[in-house]
């Protein structure tokens, strides 16, 4: 059995490649060490490329509450693809408008001077006229940006020439840039004053246990 | 590449040489270097593709082809579309004022309850033809039916079985029912029938050619319904559960009479101009307000929300915002009072400070 599994992997290496061929023993490996569709399931079946999972969040549908239940409150997904930016000159402009509400950040990115400003501005705008819509959201101004990330998008590789003849691939970046909206005021941050923060150290220090001592 | 090499070439000759043969090294003179130029060996395993230069796409691959003789046959963009269902209702049945809000014992109910089909002469025509395609049709046992095909069609809705729902309703009636219901969840159930169901109104139209024949049968049905209508999220968007209705409905059933596998399925709901107004919906609506010149105030107070003028409608089912499948138009459903201006930038501020309160007509 050993003897065929080896010769099998020397033909895969010369038909495929290397990288192939270790990808094609970690399969026959995996189901033998674990136990089963368990442990496949830590696997990505699906190619992360082509799968818009973002998009797909908004198509969830839940049961319909109780009338004793607490009131859902409702998210709203959005997402922009292949913008021509950076993904972490974006990351800043996330960063700022993550936990406020949609009017401040509206207001925040408008008066931005940065390219991203006007992008995200646009799509925050999407997705709350998306929501109103289409997600029986009542009041508009009733959001906040739960979640708000950037993400690399597919890059386009150029030549870039440099001396001597030598040459650099160029990459020209793209960026995603994913949202989520959710009904509701803003999640109050907890403001933690530099003496809470003694107080708490000092309090720390004073529960230690002391073991093995007198 | 090739010259900064030959360059240190020159100099490494020059230095080996220099110690064997000083005097022609200081001379400068210029011998022939042997072809030694290093070849890059290695194998770049990605070169990014040469970004096609401007004049690039000047050739007509179309003319080449003309030129070499290939001749392509002209190709005949043909799609057979059946059509199996009309589009709309054709001569709609008007129903009387008042119907079903007077009571039977009344002089006017009991004129209202005699009034049967056999007035109208049109009806009996179409009726007749009806009868010479489909030899098993009976006015009295196809209000049963029709009252089976709308409880069928309606249940199938609220599993959003979409086999089932197209083999009850017609292809012209499906997308009325079931726009923007896809994500919401909705809840259905009929109570019981407050009367019988009665066939009220018949025609036969034809489309396109003479003889396409399709029927065209308008049920009448007085009864108790309940419907409640939940969003992505699970929350109540319209009506009720236990809270049941009265509804009157008039129903359109059609059926491709020529077609022998023809099935008769529902087409579309009458809704009469005097039909009340619905229940309006647990969610605060904008209105967007009247058009002000700039420098014009917005009077408040003397201001009155427009009411939709009362139409008729034959097309049947309720497009509220998101399509439900619903009695009456909603538009007189929700009525709101603005306490600031109407521009764009003051109802986003006045959307949290609007009223709301139902219509009461």
Redesign the interface.
Known sequence: MRRRKESNMATAMTGRGFIGSIYGLLQTRLPVLGGGPLQLSCLHTSSSLESKSWERRNLKVYPPQLPDEPRRPAEIHHSRRQIKYSKDKLWYLAKMIRGMSVDEAIAQLEFNDKKGAKIMKEVLLEAQEMAVKNHNVEYKSNLYVAESYSGKGKYLKRIRYHGRGMFGIMDKVYCHYFVKLVEGSPPRKEERTSLDQAKEYVQSLKSRTIIHSL | ?AM?MRRTLLTLHRATQSNLKSAEASLDVLHPIPLLLPVRTKKRY??????GLKGKSEENPEAKARAAGIVFRQQYLERPINIACTAGIFDPYIPPEGDARLSTLSKEGLKQRTEQIRQSAASQLAIRKVKEHDSEFKTKDFAERAQEIFIEAHNALTQFNKEKLHSLVTERCYPEMTRGNR???I?WRFVESLEPPRVVHARCPDMVTKGNLYGQVTVRMHSKQTL?I????????LGSEEHSKDVLEYLVIERHLINPYGRWRLHGKIVPSWAPAKDPII??VIIPGPELKPGQEFDALNYEVPKPAAVQWKLGFLLF??GFWLLRHWKQQVSLRMNKLPCPEAN?AA??STEYHTSLE
Not at chain 2, 46 to 51: C, R, S
Request: no cysteine; hydrophobic share 35%; charged share 30%.
């Open positions: 590449m900064p990605f070169i990014p593709p040469a970004v994500y919401k969840t809840r409640a939940y969003d992505r999220f699970g929350r109540l968007m969610k605060t915002e998101k986003e959307s949290f």
